[in-house]
T-cell receptor, first 112, second 115 residues
């Protein structure tokens, strides 16, 4: 059974800092990995999707990497801003029925 | 309208009430999903519909009844719920379930409170 872990559960950093959010998964036979952002009381917004054949994806100040063999992904946020404060979730797509398994998320707070 | 739209955004109901959540997607996708998000827990997949056919029921109690009349609309009918069913219910869509490259798009969610 696929399990996705995101540690720590919460993170607080000063504005301007570069930071890395980690995601690990137990079964490396995945099709893709997706990073989402969730603001309080809102739905999930897709940030980056990495296919199993890819090593990284970039969008603006965000860069996500994937190391399937070690079951890890990182989301790098450059020059963090207070507007980046949110919960970041990663999810992996795997299995014959294309099941998406989510981590519990990391709640990020960027202090002005 | 674009994206995935859910109504209502907030719902309060008693345990004997019957209500429905609605989801509509304008992305031309063929797969739609219901997820439950409770505090301190990962998102839980409830139901999957692919080309209007239910392809997954993740051991969801029968007090939750999904309906997918077409590829653009998905409903979740609620009856005789319990207080522990209070959660954020999220609808999502993707191009199709079989696709291994598909990106998932979510609605804003319906916050349900059961009294």
């Amino acid at each position: 059974k696929q399990e996705v872990t995101q540690i720590p559960a919460a993170l607080s950093v000063p504005e301007g800092e570069n930071l890395v959010l980690n995601c690990s998964f137990t079964d490396s036979a995945i099709y893709n990995l997706q990073w989402f952002r969730q603001d309080p009381g809102k739905g999930l917004t897709s940030l980056l999707l990495i296919q199993s054949s890819q090593r990284e994806q970039t969008s603006g100040r965000l860069n996500a990497s994937l190391d399937k063999s070690s079951g890890r992904s990182t989301l790098y946020i450059a020059a963090s801003q207070p507007g980046d404060s949110a919960t970041y979730l990663c999810a992996v797509l795997a299995g014959a029925n294309s099941k998406l398994t989510f981590g519990k998320g990391i709640t990020l707070s960027v202090r002005p | 309208e674009t994206g995935v739209t859910q109504t209502p955004r907030h719902l309060v109901m008693g345990m004997t009430n019957k209500k429905s959540l609605k989801c509509e997607q304008h992305l031309g996708h063929n797969a739609m999903y219901w997820y439950k998000q409770s505090a301190k827990k990962p998102l839980e997949l409830m139901f999957v519909y692919n080309f209007k056919e239910q392809t997954e029921n993740n051991s969801v109690p029968s007090r939750f009844s999904p309906e997918c009349p077409n590829s653009s609309h998905l409903f979740l009918h609620l009856h005789t719920l319990q207080p522990e069913d209070s959660a954020l219910y999220l609808c999502a869509s993707s191009q199709d379930q079989a696709g291994r490259t598909g990106e998932l798009f979510f609605g804003e969610g319906s916050r349900l409170t059961v009294l």
